[in-house]
Each structure stands twice: as C-alpha cells, then as structure tokens.
C-alpha cells in the first residue's frame, strides 16, 4: 500500500459512446493549426506545434459551459479529438492508427487575449488554454468497432449561425502523421488524448450563448455558455 501524504485526486474520465465504461483520461495534447485558414500562415507544412492541457479540463460536452475569469476575448474552436489506447514511442506513421482507441468531438475553449499577449513576446500558451474545463468532449467512439476517422464534416454553429466548417481530409496532418510526430517527442501511453486542431471561424462567445457542433460519424453537442466568473 502506497503511503500517500493525502488522497490522490480522482482520474478524470470521458463516456464511451454505447457502453456504460468510461474512458480514464491522462494527458490533453493539443495542436496549433492543422487547416488553412487562408491567412498565409500555412503555406508549407511544419513540424506540428504541440501544447498540453491539463485532465483536469476535460469535462463532457453536455449542459453549462463556465465562462472563465481573466478574458475578454473567449473563443470556441471544434476539433477532432484521438484518445490512445496503447503506448508507443517514435512510432511509424504507418503504424500509428494500431495506438488509437476511439474518437471524439471536442471544444478546444481559448481565452484569445492572453493567447495573442503570450504569442507577441513568445510566451507559453497554456494560460490561455489550460484553465478549468477548457476541453468539454463527447463520448468516445472506439475505432474497434466503428473504424478511424479520416473523412468527415467538422462543424460548429453559435445561437443557430454556422460559424466553422470543414472535412477531417482537409487536415494539414493526418491523425497518423500527428501521433507520429508527436510521439518522437513524448513516449504517449493508453489514456492520452490528442486534439488535433480547428478549422477557420473562431469567434468570441458571450454568457448565454447556445453552441451546437459535432463530426460527422464522430459525434455532436450542445452546451451553453454560462455567465462570467
């Protein structure tokens, strides 16, 4: 028996789509940009920017969303989300979809200021990115039983006005090439989760707000944007 100094915190843990088990949750990668948005930021493909979230922002994509403290600026942007189901280090791309367990559609929630204000001096941006339930997600498909996500419309709409849309093929890096290029930085393990970037239409959203959005194939969700902090 561990002799711990206190209780350790529970494991967070997401639905798996048709079952009653839940998927413990380690570690939130999540990456910069994966599609064009026609700002002449992607012109040639680089190495994938990574940065992290913490388990403790994952949260289900059902009901109240919390609009955080220190923001003006709070923004939506839909995404694939991959959860591995089995370790790998420097594994090959061709062999990278064996480490996937299933697929979500989550919100990658941003306080844009602080996220522009790192980025103009350089700074990290999990600020902007890491705080408290910043990653609501649906239950998880398992790609056992229902295939891998590599075509499909992605697509995220605010009080009934469509705001982002596009196909999981018009990724600038596939799921494959994104746990490759991933786990030759970080040995992943069975219960990370890899968010895999958003297409064009970020926007701000206001307390109240109603946001609807989902992967074809993957799953949809609705929550609502609570009041301010």
Not at 36 to 48: I, L, M, S, T
Not at 53 to 59: D, F, I, R, Y
Not at 161 to 173: G, K, M, P, T
Request: charged share 20%.
């Amino acid at each position: 028996m561990n002799n711990f100094v206190f209780e350790p915190p529970r494991t967070h843990s997401l639905p798996v789509n048709g079952s009653d088990a839940r998927f413990p949750v380690g570690r939130v990668f999540c990456l910069g940009r994966n599609y064009q948005w026609g700002d002449g930021a992607n012109g040639e493909r680089e190495v994938p920017a990574f940065f992290m979230k913490p388990a403790t922002s994952v949260v289900d994509a059902v009901g109240e969303v919390a609009f955080p403290a220190q923001t003006e600026q709070f923004c939506h942007e839909i995404e694939l989300v991959v959860a591995i189901g089995k370790d790998g280090y420097q594994i090959d791309p061709e062999h990278a979809l064996d480490h996937v367990w299933g697929y979500a559609a989550g919100l990658d929630l941003t306080r844009r200021d602080l996220q522009l204000a790192a980025k103009a001096v350089g700074n990290p941006w999990e600020p902007a990115k890491a705080f408290d339930g910043s990653a609501p997600i649906t239950p998880i498909r398992p790609s056992g039983r229902d295939g891998h996500a590599r075509q499909g419309a992605i697509w995220l709409s605010v009080n009934g006005v469509e705001r982002q849309r596009s196909d999981l093929e018009s990724q600038i890096w596939s799921v494959s090439e994104v746990i490759s290029q991933l786990s030759h930085s970080v040995t992943l393990r069975a219960g990370d989760l890899i968010m895999t970037g958003t297409p064009p239409g970020v926007a701000s959203l206001e307390a109240g707000d109603v946001i609807n959005g989902g992967i074809e194939g993957i799953g949809e969700f609705e929550v609502r944007v609570g009041e301010r902090r």
